[in-house]
């Protein structure tokens, strides 16, 4: 194996032939990337903690959506509300674990990967070499599988699924308006896939910074759609009413998500900053009520 010589760019490798001899240099099979001496070896390393809370991120943004997009189309009854937002999420598990059962190792809940090293991996097609500034050598493949491809098979059957279950939902309860929900995923599915071709890389590396963010802006526009902005309504209202308590502790998790996955469970204090944002809020609102800055 020293003998063979290497390959040119950081994707290209060789495979071993029938007959112990080595391909010429190009893309990996399917489940395989190149090692530092070009040989493509198997994709056999367990999920890090870190690739299993990109998988939850990725899983989570479209049940995100779909309560959303529930709970602004929906009206009706709370049973019927609550039994769209239980269906979505059976949808979205249904569709994971049919994607982690399928992919190796087959029927079994758990995933062998190439483990990213870089944010090249994951945008191969823009790293074919060009010897001797001649013809390309295509060497395109996937170097984090199934990282990339698992997302899109869960969208796939999460997909599926919403098309299959939630008309019976809606039928069951007699919740007409809530059919536009099921629409709303047949548009926010393709942005999604769309999203992940172009900038899974970027998400990979970037997504504890992009939950903690977003949760925060999201937090305070909700406290800002109250009309009564002083902190005791603001208090008040959080506690006494149901609907606002639920989205208020849902984005106290989403941001203890985005925390641990930031932090990787090693520095747990940070979770009691959790409120905090809510909090300031409350807190300081009532110091910045636009009609006093247009006043002044």
Same mark, same amino acid.
């Given at each position: 194996?020293?003998?063979?010589?290497?390959?040119?760019?950081?994707?290209?490798?060789?495979?071993?032939?029938?007959?112990?001899?080595?391909?010429?240099?190009?893309?990996?099979?399917?489940?395989?990337r190149t090692n530092?001496?070009?040989y493509c070896v198997e994709c056999t390393d367990e999920p890090t903690? $870190?690739?299993?809370?990109? %998988?939850?991120?990725?899983? !989570?943004? *479209?049940?995100?959506?779909h309560w959303f997009f529930i709970d602004m189309v929906s009206a009706g009854k709370r049973k019927s509300i609550?039994?769209?937002?239980?269906?979505?999420?059976?949808?979205?598990t249904i569709g994971t674990v049919g994607a982690l059962l399928i992919l190796p190792p087959t029927g079994k809940l758990s995933l062998y990967?190439?483990?990213?090293?870089?944010?090249?991996?994951w945008y191969t097609l823009l790293h074919n070499p060009q010897p001797d500034y001649k013809e390309t050598l295509h060497c395109t493949?996937?170097?984090?599988?199934?990282?990339?491809?698992?997302?899109?098979?869960? $969208?796939?059957?999460?997909? %599926?699924?919403?098309?299959? !279950?939630? *008309?019976w939902i809606l039928i069951w309860h007699k919740a007409h308006p809530g059919k536009k929900a099921i629409y709303c995923a047949l548009y926010f599915y393709p942005i999604l896939v769309l999203l992940h071709t172009i900038a899974a890389g970027l998400i990979y590396c970037a997504f504890p910074y992009v939950i903690i963010?977003?949760?925060?802006?999201?937090?305070?526009?909700?406290?800002?759609?109250?009309?009564?902005q002083s902190a005791p309504a603001l208090l008040i209202s959080s506690v006494t009413n149901i609907r606002n308590l639920?989205?208020?502790?849902?984005?106290?998790?989403?941001h203890a998500y985005g925390i641990i996955s930031l932090t990787g469970f090693k520095e747990l204090w940070y979770l009691t900053l959790v409120p905090a944002p809510a909090m300031f809020y409350i807190l300081t609102a009532q110091f910045t009520d636009p009609m006093k800055i247009h006043n002044d």
């Open positions: 194996m020293s003998l063979v010589p290497t390959c040119p760019g950081l994707y290209c490798g060789r495979t071993e032939n029938e007959d112990g001899s080595w391909s010429d240099c190009g893309a990996c099979p399917r489940g395989f530092a001496s070009s903690l $870190y690739d299993w809370q990109y %998988l939850g991120f990725m899983v !989570l943004l *479209p049940l995100i959506l609550a039994a769209q937002h239980i269906c979505a999420f059976i949808e979205l990967v190439c483990t990213p090293k870089a944010l090249s991996d493949q996937e170097a984090v599988y199934p990282l990339y491809t698992i997302v899109l098979l869960i $969208y796939a059957f999460s997909l %599926l699924m919403t098309v299959l !279950l939630r *008309p963010i977003v949760s925060m802006m999201t937090s305070a526009s909700h406290f800002s759609l109250k009309i009564d639920i989205i208020i502790v849902g984005h106290w998790l989403v």
